[in-house]
């Protein structure tokens, strides 16, 4: 069956500019997560979602970034106004519920330039 | 806060050789899970292994098993048989079970040579 996909996979943007980034999740599952892995090492968390609602924000970095999952599937984080130190891959992950595994997907690629 | 350690950046050993990655843990949690991913130069984050705190008996999956010392908060990965496509980063995480993220280390990577 069909895995996590993210898209884009790569991304260049310019200081300042906004980027979207997409998470399909695996059809069904209730959690979705995002992550922040920055080059070299181990993801962090960002964000998590039960359905459509976002139970957890506390690992956001500043107010610039924003995710949200208005129907309970796909995710999108936005990032406004970016910065060189967003720099990094994003990873989105999606699980059934609380004690499953977290499948994760590719990630995608963020140079801010 | 939990936190988890992996004090091997790198790691490098001959094929079919058994490697041990090791990863400590700091929580005051007393049910929890620990994993072990796997990720590889495509991104793709995978799952090898994991244990919970409650079980005794360390896990195993086929050629990869843990070593779980509850009272030292340590997990170790034993990769036993190491081949070609074992190369990758390997990440330590926890979870604690009334939690939902997944806290990782900062990932060992692991090299197999022919």
């Known amino acids: 069956g069909a895995g996590v996909s993210q898209s884009p996979r790569y991304k260049v943007a310019k200081r300042g500019q906004d980027v979207a980034l997409r998470c399909d999740p695996i059809?069904?599952?209730?959690?979705l997560f995002w992550y922040q892995q920055a080059l070299g090492q181990g993801p962090e968390f960002l964000t998590y979602f039960q359905n459509e609602a976002q139970l957890d924000k506390s690992g956001l970095p500043s107010d610039r970034f924003f995710a949200e999952r208005p129907e309970g599937s796909v995710s999108t984080l936005k990032i406004q106004r970016t910065q060189q130190e967003d720099s990094a891959v994003y990873l989105c992950a999606s699980t059934w519920g609380r004690g499953y595994e977290q499948y994760f997907g590719p990630g995608t690629r963020l140079t801010v330039t | 806060a939990q936190t988890v350690t992996q004090s091997q950046p790198e790691m490098s050993v001959q094929e079919a050789e058994t490697v041990t990655l090791s990863c400590t843990y700091d929580?005051?949690?007393?049910?929890?899970?620990l994993f072990w991913y796997k990720q590889p130069p495509s991104r793709q984050m995978i799952l090898v292994i994991r244990q919970e705190a409650y079980k005794q008996q360390n896990a195993t999956e086929n050629r990869f098993s843990v070593n779980f010392q509850k009272a030292a908060k340590s997990f170790s990965l034993k990769i036993s048989d190491s081949q070609l496509g074992d190369t990758a980063m390997y990440f330590c995480a926890f979870k604690a079970t009334g939690a939902q993220k997944l806290v990782f280390g900062q990932g060992t990577r692991l090299t197999i040579n022919p």
């Open positions: 059809s069904g599952h209730v959690s």
């Open positions: 929580t005051s949690e007393s049910n929890y899970y």
